[in-house]
Nanobody, 122 residues
Framework: QVQLVESGGGLVQAGGSLRLSCAAS????????MGWFRQAPGKEREFVGAISWSGGYTFYADSVKVRFTISRDSAKNTVFLRMNSLKPEDTAVYYCAAGSRLFTDPTRYDYWGQGTQVTVSS
């Protein structure tokens, strides 16, 4: 079992920045892929990016590449999503998830956090 808790969401103006955190606990995470997803009202859950826990390899959706950065602090078992140059279309509930391989399909992830709301005003 892996428990995930997101934090750091909030209201920000367009062009601003936020950093989301995902604290992980439970079984050994060394072979885990940590993914970030988002879901806007009325839309499907969308892949944002992911990081490999052991090697720090990252992969991003084209829509957020350059603007968003995923990192991890292994000592604190925490993954971060740094979001810069935010746009109103980035408004969504953001989730972190844990899986065994890097997939963009949310159904391939085994564990999920509760989500944190990000609202970007124009």
């Amino acid at each position: 079992q892996v428990q995930l808790v997101e934090s750091g969401g909030g209201l920000v103006q367009a062009g601003g920045s936020l950093r989301l955190s995902c604290a992980a606990s439970g079984r050994t995470l060394s072979s885990t892929i940590m993914g970030w997803f988002r879901q806007a009202p009325g839309k499907e859950r969308e892949f944002v990016g992911a990081i490999s826990w052991s090697g720090g390899y990252t992969f991003y959706a084209d829509s957020v590449k350059v603007r968003f950065t995923i990192s991890r602090d292994s000592a604190k078992n925490t993954v971060f999503l740094r979001m810069n140059s935010l746009k109103p279309e980035d408004t969504a509930v953001y989730y972190c998830a844990a899986g065994s391989r890097l997939f963009t399909d949310p159904t391939r992830y085994d564990y999920w956090g509760q989500g944190t709301q990000v609202t970007v005003s124009s």
